[in-house]
């Protein structure tokens, strides 16, 4: 009998080829396509010489070649590509055969694509894997979502290949039905706009308020790596800032200052817009590329447009006191507005999401990996119905800590003229969110005397709306819509 594979991937870009050696590193056989065949061969006879892998030159045998029930891994560009080979492989496949997307792909899709393959008689999986090149090898973040009968026959593969913590608990678990896995995804992907964009603003200040050398900055950045912000992220940024090019001289100075994405931080934004979740921050981080992206634009405005002129002549150890409280509470901030996304969208679309459990899924093996997300972890343990991070008696405590030197911090980049779009949204956010009353009464007022949309009363029970006559002239008839 010929040789069978535990499970098939299609797709052998360099997350493709790396997950699959990953897989074969923990025991499994897998058979790999490629819709260009030559490089199913070109890793045969490289990277996977010698080793328990299956080519396949074709669908059919890369589908007659699995054990069943059939596990077909797809890692193809995003949108039309992963429908079409859906189509494809459907008619090879039988009754509980599993198609798994591992794309980076929009959850609206997925939970589209669920109820089509079940409708077929199969199962569906879509997985957000996180990591990069390096995870896909060595141990990335995966957060499946889907058909929950399928998740029984991936839980053994995924959970040996993905990252682990210090206890050994694997950065990988079911997520829930449909297109949550990808969402989770994406609201990682958001996170991660957030984070990026928190430190480049730290880095803007210190270079160009303070003044500081990349040397000086390189030790900044080290001492935070190993307190209260110790991430993958700033590890890296700390890295990024002592790496000097063949002429000795440091390659950040000359990369060009436009930022370029993928659009998943656009997709976190819009689902934001879409289930009214105030997700200040990430949209500010997607706005920040978008600016950085004008960059002819800028040059032009700098030599028209007047700002302060700045030179700092104050207390350096204090300013970074206060950008290192600032960066952890925006931090938080960030991650509880993520997190009020993800509920928002557990009640939208009846997802039961366990988000602990969410949070030590992030811990290994993806970019936004932290020792802060164990503390999530708890909080979540401590009050599974929590309505925002901030509240959480940890999260609570380290705001209180951080407020007055991220006020400061926030007060003296705006009176510089140094944009912290970020920074400053998490501290708008924080203060709007911790005040009982807004001014949107008036907002209220004013959508009734132009629109008659009708208000609530402080004085009556909620639920109940009324119109006012404003001018006099006007009727009873009232919007027959009422957008809270």
């Excluded at 490629?34 to 299956?54: L, Q």
């Excluded at 991650?335 to 509920?343: D, E, F, N, S, T």
Aim: glycine letters at 10%; proline letters at 4%.
């Amino acid at each position: 009998m010929e040789k069978q594979a535990d499970i098939g991937l299609i797709g052998l870009a360099v997350m493709g080829e790396n997950l699959v050696l990953n897989m074969e590193s923990h025991g499994y056989t897998v058979a790999v396509y490629n819709r260009s065949v030559e490089k199913v061969d070109k890793f045969m006879a490289g990277r996977g010489k010698g080793k328990n892998f299956i080519g396949a030159h074709s669908l059919e045998a890369l589908i007659k070649s699995l054990k069943r029930p059939r596990k077909v891994m797809m890692l193809v560009k995003a949108g039309a590509p992963v429908d079409a080979f859906i189509e494809q492989i459907i008619p090879f496949l039988e009754a509980g055969d599993i198609i798994i997307d591992g794309g980076n792909t929009h959850y609206p899709d997925s939970n589209r694509r669920a109820k089509y393959v079940e409708s077929k008689g199969l199962l569906y999986i879509g997985t957000g894997v996180s990591g990069g090149e390096e995870g896909a090898l060595k141990g990335p973040s995966i957060m499946p979502g889907g058909s929950p009968a399928a998740w029984e026959h991936l839980k053994p593969i995924f959970q040996a290949i993905s990252a682990k913590v210090s206890d050994g608990s694997p950065c990988c678990d079911w997520v829930g039905k449909d297109g949550a896995g990808h969402f989770v995804k994406m609201v990682h992907n958001g996170i991660e706009y957030g984070d990026m964009q928190l430190i480049t603003e730290a880095y803007h200040l210190m270079k160009d308020l303070l003044g500081l050398s990349y040397a000086e900055m390189f030790e900044v950045l080290k001492n935070w790596n190993q307190g209260d912000l110790d991430s993958y992220l700033i590890e890296i940024t700390r890295d990024i800032l002592d790496y000097k090019d063949d002429q000795g001289e440091f390659l950040l100075e000359k990369i060009l200052d436009s930022a370029g994405q993928k659009g998943t931080g656009k997709w976190t934004s819009n689902s934001a817009l879409d289930l009214g979740v105030p997700l200040t921050l990430i949209n500010e981080s997607v706005f920040s590329r978008f600016l950085s992206s004008i960059k002819e634009e800028r040059v032009v405005a700098s030599k028209v447009l007047e700002g302060p002129q700045f030179e700092f002549k104050g207390d350096k150890k204090q300013f970074l006191e206060d950008l290192q409280n600032a960066l952890y509470a925006s931090k938080i901030v960030s991650y509880a507005q993520g997190y009020a996304l993800m509920l928002a969208a557990a009640k939208e679309y009846d997802w039961q999401l366990d988000y602990g459990s969410i949070a030590l899924m992030w811990r290994g093996g993806c970019i936004i990996r932290s020792a802060f997300l164990g503390k999530i972890t708890d909080a979540f343990k401590d009050t599974p119905d929590l309505n925002n991070l901030m509240l959480a008696p940890f999260f609570k405590e380290k705001l209180a800590k951080a407020q007055t030197g991220w006020r400061r911090l926030v007060s003296s980049a705006i009176l510089k003229g140094l944009p912290i779009p970020t920074m400053a949204a998490a501290l708008t956010y924080y203060d709007g969110y911790r005040c009982e009353r807004l001014p949107a009464n008036l907002v209220q007022a004013q959508r009734d005397y132009f629109g008659a949309h009708t208000y609530e009363r402080v004085d009556r029970p909620r639920g109940e709306f009324f119109h006012t006559d404003w001018t006099g002239r006007g009727g009873d008839t009232v919007s027959s819509t009422y957008n809270a």
